[in-house]
């Protein structure tokens, strides 16, 4: 969801949304990154077995792995997505 909201955010929505949408990506990351969702600690529900694990290096390693192709994906992206967009516009002609 916040991958989700973070495109929404830079493609499809204007100035006052992407603010909007980019904290509802920083949020949502947040929560699911520390395993804890605030709005069911107001409630009082706990929906979460938290199981120990003995390979924790390995889980934060791949969460950092994870994270960091998502930025360099996203920063592809948004470069190849500029560089067609600027070829195709200076391609139109003016008349």
Do not use: P
């Not at 204007?14 to 409630?43: D, F, N």
């Not at 070829?87 to 003016?94: P, R, S, V």
């Amino acid at each position: 969801m916040a991958e989700i909201c973070l495109l929404i955010g830079f493609f499809w929505v204007g100035m006052e949304c992407q603010i909007l949408a980019y904290l509802l990506a920083v949020v949502l990351t947040v929560q699911a990154v520390t395993g804890i969702c605030g709005l069911y600690k107001l409630m009082g529900i706990d929906t979460c077995v938290r199981v120990k694990h003995k390979m924790k290096g390995l889980t934060n390693a791949v969460l950092a792995t994870v994270v960091i192709i998502a930025l360099v994906g996203g920063y592809i992206s948004i470069t190849l997505t500029k560089q067609a967009f600027t070829g195709d516009f200076y391609g139109l002609k003016m008349t």
